[in-house]
């Protein structure tokens, strides 16, 4: 086979119309050999080309006579010297860090690992083992698409509705979804499900991993997988999975085509993106990619012995973004995702693992200021996960600006008020009005908190309401993972119940989370099928569950239609009120031209708190929201001017008279809604300031004062 020197860079394959650049980053290799084959399975390549050019610790090619559809991989030459933080081995197939699509998953067999699995010297030994026709294939891609008109739709911040979804689970069970296509990329452009999406009313949809990840030995053992796809192999390849049409380099044209449907849709696309650590594992895990390319550089090993791994992931390993090409690697997956693949956003998974210079979580750290710098990333969506699970790793409200977060803490107090908590008043009320105690000393606008109540990796809305603890035998590990984290209320039986009383109480709770959700200051973000009352029956840890408990079931009963219903009317009313979406934080005093402060609290006595009110250990509160003080300008600058709003919360077990409060004579509040009354039929419309109003127990309301 013809060649040339080549260029070292861009990494990865490059296709230009003529052949195929190939580039692989290795720093301490002694030897990179480029390996093609002809079909998936092939154990025994058809050509091997030694790279003989090495530029700047690039191993370069250029093969003339190469197009798409290609399959290639690598075998990496070096010392195998664990103790010295090196584990190369040229017996084993690697993954291009850089491929931008794999054939196929992972195929666990001993040869998978670089060391003899039981021998006594454990990882110490070398497994001189082919493993080829067991690893995914990198794939030659073209990157040609009819993009169209199509951009990103840069959805302002303020008012963005997230909504928390995975790419199989949400259509594989949808009667509206051709069958080849549920559970596909291709599936979520269906009319039915954009129809559902545009409906509900959700400005952007957030994908669980689709970066091509490895499912754990362990789980395949054990007859289950890796559902979530927390287990990233490949940061540039969209996982083959979700593929209908999954041969060569289809899965890239799927994606983009989805892309481009939800766009045209008014959708955003954000990637939940696991830079943090890879499916390698510890010092025990296979050789799939980064450990046999150059385990030194990838990854963050012990200083006092290399042979181990830093791991702030609780995975094994942790990436180390210190080392320049590692950090240039996920970059360069980034600008790969907007530029290429026109996606919106990134939320970060345990984004605080990426800000670890040393040991200590550094605000300042090179990923931060690289990120900042760039003419791209810095104009896209960022959300992180603000934790990891190393000392020092909870990092709520300390991320910069151009930064949101996943506010934990306004899901723990949220969750703890509608449980009947006392002394949570003045922290329920920060949170509502957008966490200004959090990011607002930082110069960051309410909008950089993410306000949840639930997520992926824990109850869904409707089990945290319906189950007192976790119930995760099915995941095989005797009940003992994930955290028991139901804080929302004694439900009064565990799980399904005939008891009308309970239902009628649980229906509610779901009411009142989201109405407190979507009525908040900041971003919400909703986790997929909560507005349907999807259950995972008590699951609150179903990473591994692949089926019809972690999939959504769209054949609705009466109450989950209601409740979608009710959800559908919050993010109307969300939308279309600036009052609910501000860009500012609230000033508690009155804005010039405005009757009212732009905020006020007010206790059942239908007067203002004062400090003694907010320390009596109560449970019900009033929130007005002035819709004529909201001092901000669109987009012709015309000043913004809303209806006002009256926010009654309710978290006692029992009514409360709620004297509704009047700044003058004869206001005349608007009833919109009560979670406690969704069934009547006559009810008064319209409520006197002065007069009180019976505030059910566990009940949120909310009244409108026209502009």
């Not at 080829?132 to 199509?150: E, H, I, L, T």
């Not at 849709?265 to 943090?276: F, H, K, P, S, T």
């Not at 900042?372 to 300390?398: C, F, M, R, T």
């Not at 977060?405 to 922290?427: A, H, P, Q």
């Amino acid at each position: 086979m013809r060649l040339r020197p080549g260029r070292p860079y861009p990494l990865g394959a490059t296709w230009d119309g003529e052949g195929v650049n190939f580039a692989l980053f290795s720093e301490n290799a002694t030897a990179v050999e480029l390996c093609l084959f002809h079909h998936t399975q092939d154990d025994r390549e058809s050509h091997r080309i030694r790279l003989d050019e090495c530029t700047d610790q690039v191993w370069h090619v250029y093969l003339p006579e190469v197009r798409p559809g290609q399959l290639y991989g690598y075998r990496v030459s070096g010392p195998y010297d664990p103790f010295a933080g090196h584990r190369f081995n040229h017996h084993k197939l690697l993954i291009d860090p850089y491929a931008k699509a794999l054939t196929g998953i992972v195929k666990w067999s001993d040869a998978m690992f670089g060391y003899r699995l039981g021998d006594p010297q454990g990882d110490l030994s070398m497994d001189e083992r082919n493993n080829a026709g067991n690893v995914p294939k990198c794939v030659v891609v073209d990157q040609a698409f009819s993009w169209g008109s199509d951009r990103l739709l840069q959805t302002p911040w303020a008012q963005t509705v997230i909504y928390e979804v995975h790419v199989k689970g949400f259509t594989m069970q949808h009667p509206d979804v051709p069958d080849h296509l549920r559970g596909t990329y291709e599936g979520l452009t269906s009319p039915a499900v954009i129809k559902y999406l545009q409906e509900l009313g959700v400005t952007a949809i957030e994908l669980l991993p689709i970066h091509h990840f490895v499912n754990d030995k362990f789980l395949i053992d054990k007859g289950l997988t890796n559902y979530w796809g927390y287990n990233s192999i490949g940061y540039l390849a969209p996982d083959i999975r979700y593929s209908a049409y999954p041969k060569e380099g289809r899965k890239v044209y799927e994606f983009k085509t989805m892309v481009k449907t939800l766009h045209s849709a008014g959708i955003e696309v954000i990637l939940d993106v696991v830079y943090n650590h890879t499916g390698e594992g510890n010092h025990l895990g296979p050789t799939l990619s980064f450990r046999g390319i150059d385990n030194a550089a990838y990854y963050r090993l012990s200083p006092d012995n290399p042979r181990y791994y830093m791991d702030y992931t609780g995975c094994g390993n942790t990436l180390n973004v210190r080392h320049p090409r590692t950090l240039q690697m996920i970059m360069d997956s980034l600008r790969y995702w907007v530029c290429d693949m026109h996606v919106d956003g990134f939320r970060f998974d345990l984004a605080s693992a990426l800000a670890r210079e040393l040991h200590d979580v550094d605000r300042l750290s090179a990923f931060f200021d690289i990120i900042h710098q760039d003419p791209i990333l810095s104009q896209v969506k960022l959300i992180a996960e603000p934790w990891d699970l190393g000392e020092g790793g909870y990092q709520v409200g300390n991320f910069p600006p151009g930064w949101a977060e996943w506010n934990g803490k306004y899901r723990d107090v949220v969750r703890r008020y509608w449980t009947g908590d006392n002394g949570l008043l003045g922290e329920l009320a920060s949170r509502v009005a957008g966490s200004s105690d959090l990011y607002g000393l930082s110069g960051r606008q309410p909008y950089a908190s993410i306000n949840f109540v639930t997520a992926h990796d824990g109850f869904t809305l409707h089990d945290l309401v319906s189950y007192n603890h976790k119930h995760n035998e099915a995941n095989g590990e005797g009940n003992r993972d994930g955290t028991d984290d139901n804080d929302s209320w004694n439900c009064g039986a565990e799980g399904p119940t005939d008891d009308p009383a309970i239902q009628v109480l649980r229906e509610r709770q779901k009411r009142n989370f989201f109405a407190t959700l979507l009525l908040s200051q900041g971003v919400p973000m909703m986790c997929g099928g909560d507005e349907i009352g999807r259950t995972q029956s008590g699951n609150n840890n179903a990473y591994c569950q692949d089926n019809p408990l972690s999939w959504f079931d769209w054949n609705l009963t009466k109450s989950q239609l209601e409740i979608l219903a009710f959800v559908r009317q919050l993010i109307t009313i969300k939308k279309e009120h600036p009052v609910f979406h501000r860009r500012r934080f609230f000033k508690g005093r009155h804005i010039k031209g405005s009757e009212v402060k732009d905020i006020a609290w007010f206790g059942s006595h239908g007067k203002e708190m004062i400090s003694e009110d907010w320390g009596k250990g109560l449970l019900t509160l009033g929130i007005r929201l002035a819709g004529d003080a909201i001092e901000e300008m669109d987009d012709l600058g015309n000043p913004i001017i809303d209806d006002s709003f009256l926010l009654l919360l309710n978290a006692y077990h029992a009514s409360v008279p709620f004297t509704l409060p009047a700044h003058k004579k004869g206001v005349a509040w608007e009833w919109v809604f009560d979670t406690s009354k969704m069934d009547i039929k006559k009810f008064p419309k319209t409520w006197r300031g002065g007069k009180v109003y019976e505030l059910e127990g566990r009940t949120a309301a909310l009244f409108r004062l026209r502009a």
